[in-house]
């Protein structure tokens, strides 16, 4: 069992950057460096979306084209959380913005993980 906790959204402008937070609590048994962990955002109206994942211990990334060059997935398994480094943020870069962990192997498809957080809105106004 994961649970996850998303803080660092907010209103920024154009251009602006964001640092979003992921603090994960997991069961006793497993630690958080047996977790993939992904972030996914939901814009008005739409599906949510991937955005970036982390692997667990060699930290090897990936992310979307929309994002690649100006946001950074991140994490540091001793504290137990994962971050988005949100840089040049646009109007269409506003949504909520969810964490995800998934044991043993990644993947970029919202069905195949079992822990959220709550989200955190993120608004960039133009």
């Known amino acids: 069992q994961v649970q996850l906790v998303e803080s660092g959204g907010g209103l920024v402008q154009a251009g602006g950057s964001l640092r979003l937070s992921c603090a994960a609590s997991v069961a006793s048994g497993r630690t958080f460096s047996n977790y993939y962990v992904a972030w996914f955002r939901q814009l008005p109206g739409k599906e949510r979306e991937f955005v970036a994942l982390?692997?667990?211990?060699?930290?090897?990334?990936y992310h979307v084209n929309s994002v690649k060059g100006r946001f950074t997935i991140s994490r540091d398994n001793a504290k137990a959380m994962a971050y988005l480094q949100m840089n040049s943020l646009k109007p269409e870069d506003t949504a909520v913005y969810y964490c995800?962990?998934?044991?043993?192997?990644?993947?970029?498809?919202?069905?195949?993980?079992?822990?959220w957080g709550q989200g955190t809105q993120v608004t960039v106004s133009s």
């Open positions: 982390i692997s667990p211990v060699d930290g090897s990334t």
């Open positions: 995800a962990a998934r044991y043993s192997t990644g993947s970029m498809y919202v069905g195949q993980y079992n822990y």
